[in-house]
């Protein structure tokens, strides 16, 4: 089974260059942004000098099309396949392959079919992606690449209960996401996964230090070559998590 694994941060995605079976590891030069506008056109050139793209909305594909791209193209789950009539649109425009919508079930999955798509087994799923500046808000209208040029920002959003949403500011693009306050992790479903008989698997790593992405590669990485569920290898680094929709779905 293939695992491939996709860092919204440079330092995941070099610390993981380094976990041996590990498949393709996308990092922020070759991930596109979650909003791209017209202004966005010419400092996303450098994405067409890239063997391979995570596109994560139609206009990106436009703009590669556009721009004859001639590497291969891949959708995020944000360009939603719900069945094979989408797929086949998507794949009409250049695309590769597709990632499931985390939507589904593993019952809607199996009917929609996995064989050209990606699974996502682990990750931090975007709950809202926002053009207002957390960062902003929360410092007094200041913005944060104006005052250290950095690409990224984080802060923490809290809730009524005390749980933390993890927010990444996109400095480069002007963007929030606003992450759940635990990850999607389908460690105790190996067995259904195998039987999705997928294209690839997905890590998405997001707030992870670099040593977390590390060590949660490895324990998956070891998890789909020996066992069906986490009790046939050491404890995974976190305790709470989410399994999604792969077996309530949306109600």
Sequence with gaps: MIINAVCERGEQAEALSSVQGLGRIYSPD????????NEDAKRC???LEEEYVLVRNADEIGFLRENDYAGEIVADHTLYTYNRFSEEMLAGLGVK???A????????????GMEKSELMI??????????GCVFRNTNDDRCGREESGERQRSVILRDRMKAGFPVICDCTYCYNIIFN???NSLHNEMSKIKRLNARSLRLYFTTEKPEEAEEIAGCFLR??????NIRDIEALPYNAYTRG???????
């Design 30 to 37: 070759n991930i596109m942004p979650y909003v791209f506008r």
């Design 45 to 47: 050139r450098h994405f």
């Design 97 to 99: 392959y597709d990632t």
């Design 101 to 112: 919508p985390l939507e589904l079930t593993y019952r809607e999955l199996s009917e929609r």
């Design 122 to 131: 682990y990750g931090r799923v975007p709950m809202m992606v926002s053009a």
């Design 181 to 183: 306050s635990v990850p």
């Design 223 to 228: 998890l789909t070559k020996d066992g069906d």
């Design 245 to 251: 929709h792969f077996i309530n779905g949306v109600t």
